[in-house]
């Protein structure tokens, strides 16, 4: 796969910017089809630094009911991936 397409896009939230600055994990939402490999590589192209770990996780949105039933909501893939001490990924 492209790097572009696999990595869509970094999650810039609180606990990803605490993960980053305290840990050097960085969160990005991936595509469904990627894998390990596939992430590692892309991060590798995209902001050359030396990749230590990637946890990869699917997160299921909860199902809302309205007056119609219930439907579910997207299911997001995302990735935390760890990078070397001395490496740092400039998001801003």
């Given at each position: 796969?492209?790097?572009t397409?696999?990595?869509?896009?970094?999650?810039?939230t609180?606990?990803?910017?605490?993960?980053?600055?305290?840990?050097?994990?960085?969160?990005?939402?991936?595509?469904?089809?990627?894998?390990?490999?596939?992430?590692?590589?892309?991060?590798?192209?995209?902001?050359?630094?030396?990749?230590?770990?990637?946890?990869?996780?699917?997160?299921?949105?909860?199902?809302?009911?309205?007056?119609?039933?219930?439907?579910?909501?997207?299911?997001?893939?995302?990735?935390?991936?760890?990078?070397?001490?001395?490496?740092?990924?400039?998001?801003?």
């Amino acid at each position: 796969m492209i790097a572009t397409e696999v990595i869509r896009r970094p999650l810039i939230t609180e606990k990803a910017n605490a993960g980053a600055s305290d840990h050097n994990r960085y969160t990005f939402e991936i595509d469904h089809r990627a894998n390990k490999t596939d992430v590692k590589a892309a991060i590798i192209e995209l902001y050359k630094v030396r990749v230590l770990a990637v946890s990869v996780n699917n997160r299921k949105e909860e199902s809302k009911r309205n007056k119609f039933g219930s439907f579910a909501g997207a299911t997001t893939k995302r990735a935390v991936v760890r990078v070397h001490a001395e490496d740092r990924i400039e998001l801003f």
